[in-house]
T-cell receptor, first 114, second 114 residues
Framework: GDSVTQMEGPVTLSEEAFLTINCTYT??????LFWYVQYPGEGLQLLLKATKADDKGSNKGFEATYRKETTSFHLEKGSVQVSDSAVYFC?????????????FGTGTRLTIIP | EAGVAQSPRYKIIEKRQSVAFWCNPISGHATLYWYQQILGQGPKLLIQ????????DSQLPKDRFSAERLKGVDSTLKIQPAKLEDSAVYLC????????????FGPGTRLTVL
């Protein structure tokens, strides 16, 4: 079945550091890929998404590129801020129409130190 | 635009008791999802509704869990009887059509079973 493997946390970085959170997936065909973020005390919210190979999703300075050849969707940010402290989830939805459930990774907790 | 509403936010019960959670999706959203998020894991889909019909309930423990979405709007998830392993955050999400559309999540209900 479909699965998502995320870089284990927690991850602690200093402000303005470069961030990479690794995500790889197993799925048939060309699933859609997502990054969701959960800020402290808040619900999950979509950060960015990509629906086909080589697409780049971006939002709030974060980027991720859909790499079919490596089945990866790594999240990157050039300069993190304290406000980026949150839990980040990689997820996919299947390629076949009519089967649309999201499969999530286990999440990576990110803490940014001033 | 109002987000996805859930209640209660927190619930503590003893094992073998019953509990119910309520969700009000974003107005006009046809698809509604219930997820279970156990501590340290990513959300796992329990059931997906399209309007008031069930699309996917393959991971719903039907011997103790039930869900309904009367009139295709609000939804209720029930556990009867609860077990210790049901302790988790129960998330409700909605989307305009399906998982290829952005899913908007509510704040969740944290259930503790003693």
């Amino acid at each position: 079945g479909d699965s998502v493997t995320q870089m284990e946390g927690p991850v602690t970085l200093s402000e303005e550091a470069f961030l990479t959170i690794n995500c790889t997936y197993t799925a048939t065909g060309y699933p859609s890929l997502f990054w969701y973020v959960q800020y402290p005390g808040e619900g999950l919210q979509l950060l960015l998404k990509a629906t086909k190979a080589d697409d780049k999703g971006s939002n709030k300075g974060f980027e991720a590129t859909y790499r079919k050849e490596t089945t990866s969707f790594h999240l990157e940010k050039g300069s993190v801020q304290v406000s980026d402290s949150a839990v980040y989830f990689c997820a996919l939805s299947p390629a076949n129409f009519g089967n649309e459930k999201l499969t999530f990774g286990t999440g990576t907790r990110l803490t940014i130190i001033p | 635009e109002a987000g996805v509403a859930q209640s209660p936010r927190y619930k503590i019960i003893e094992k073998r008791q019953s509990v119910a959670f309520w969700c009000n999706p974003i107005s006009g959203h046809a698809t509604l999802y219930w997820y279970q998020q156990i501590l340290g894991q990513g959300p796992k889909l329990l059931i997906q509704f399209q309007n008031n019909g069930v699309v996917d309930d393959s991971q719903l423990p039907k011997d103790r869990f039930s869900a309904e979405r009367l009139k295709g709007v609000d939804s209720t998830l029930k556990i009867q009887p609860a077990k210790l392993e049901d302790s988790a955050v129960y998330l409700c999400a909605s989307s305009l059509r399906g998982a290829t559309d952005t899913q908007y999540f509510g704040p969740g209900t944290r259930l503790t079973v003693l």
